[in-house]
């Protein structure tokens, strides 16, 4: 393996880390402070009381958009020698999602740039929400991609090949039920509640394995 892809390995494994902590920052902290599903009023009322809070809110979208980006380049480049072809169609897919993503973010900045849209905040939200549901779809064959890629990989470990297409998975059955079938909401929010935690584990245990992977790789060459 070059030094190159080891490189880009520690890279990959530390953006992915660093992209689910501001994840649950922005989401976790930042959304559930000001975004209230249903109420337009109490939402433009949240959000003028807590601009600067939404502020580090849309640094954080920009931070995971750049982070994306990076992940994106970094798996092509750690499994191209292997298997160029499917790489490259796991890398086009989650770039594709990170431009959705970039999208939705932009309806977020709405409010920041013109003052009189803070009272249509619960809008902006709900568009944003709309069109990342959308994204996470492609994200889900994104993950599934990179199931084939670490199933068949002489390199990877066949348990990251299943884990991550299950992932793949539940964010395509998760994101089809919220983008398409909206009278399911109640069914839809149970199951997310269940599927949630390996969704996300199934991505970072990846990017903890590449993180140790390659920091061995690293010193052993050393």
Same mark, same amino acid.
């Given at each position: 393996?070059?030094? @190159? ?7 990959? +494994? ?13 989401? +976790? ?5 000001? /975004? ?13 009381? @807590? ?15 750049? $982070?994306?980006?990076?992940? *994106? ?17 796991? *890398?086009?897919?989650?770039?594709? /999602?990170? %431009? ?10 709405? !409010?920041?740039? @013109? ?18 549901? $959308?994204?996470?779809?492609?994200? +889900?064959?994104?993950?599934?991609? %990179? ?19 299950? +992932? ?13 079938? !909206?009278? $399911? @909401? ?6 997310? *509640?269940? %599927?949630?935690? !390996?969704?996300?584990? *199934? ?20």
């Amino acid at each position: 393996m070059h030094n @190159n892809q080891k490189k880009w390995g520690l890279l990959t +494994g530390y953006s992915v880390v660093l992209m689910a902590l501001v994840a649950g920052f922005v989401y +976790g902290f930042v959304h559930a402070t000001i /975004y209230k599903a249903g109420d337009s009023d109490l939402t433009a009322k949240l959000l003028q009381e @807590n601009i600067s809070i939404y502020k580090w809110g849309i640094a954080s979208w920009i931070l995971i958009f750049v $982070l994306d980006i990076i992940v *994106s380049v970094g798996l092509y480049i750690i499994y191209k020698d292997e298997q160029k072809k499917l790489a490259l169609l796991s *890398s086009v897919l989650r770039i594709i /999602y990170t %431009l959705i993503l970039g999208i939705a973010v932009i309806q977020l900045t709405i !409010p920041l740039i @013109n003052n009189s849209e803070i009272s249509k905040g619960l809008l902006y939200f709900e568009s944003f929400e709309k069109i990342w549901s $959308l994204g996470l779809i492609i994200f +889900g064959f994104h993950l599934l991609a %990179l199931g084939v890629i670490c199933f068949k990989s002489n390199f990877t470990s066949k348990f990251f090949g299943i884990f991550l297409g299950f +992932g793949g998975l539940c964010y395509l059955l998760i994101q089809n039920l919220k983008s398409f079938f !909206p009278h $399911l @909401n109640e069914t839809t929010t149970t199951i997310e *509640s269940i %599927l949630t935690a !390996p969704m996300a584990l *199934s991505e970072i245990s990846f990017a903890i394995w590449l993180i140790v992977k390659f920091y061995r790789l690293k010193r052993s060459v050393n």
